[in-house]
């Protein structure tokens, strides 16, 4: 057991700065402008196996659209080979993108989905 007590730290002596010679020079500080983040948009691509109606389910499910505009995707889908279905930052176009190809794996249906730049 200790019994005496621990002697203070020594503080280096205060020091005046040093004066100003009048001929510094102040640049203001300029507010950044910083541009928005790259969007991208997640796309469903068609294939001949996938049912319509799991198509538009995972629509709804994941991209939170209600039945009539998810089957608006996937027939666009159906009729012109890919559709998009939604436009989001760069990671929560990857989280889609993994959370569609995930269902579908799980359901045993070959869905594709990506993620591209929006330009």
Known sequence: MATRIPPTPKTPPATKPAGD?????VLERRP????PPQMYQVVMLNDDYTPMEFVIVVIQQFFNKDR???TQIMLKIHL??????GVY???????KVNQVMEAAHQAGHPLQCVSEPVE
């Open 21 to 25: 010679d009048g001929d510094s020079v």
């Open 89 to 95: 930052s760069r990671d929560m176009a990857a989280t």
């Open 68 to 70: 009539e505009t998810a």
């Open 32 to 35: 950044q402008k910083t541009a």
């Open 80 to 85: 012109d080979g890919r559709g998009v279905c």
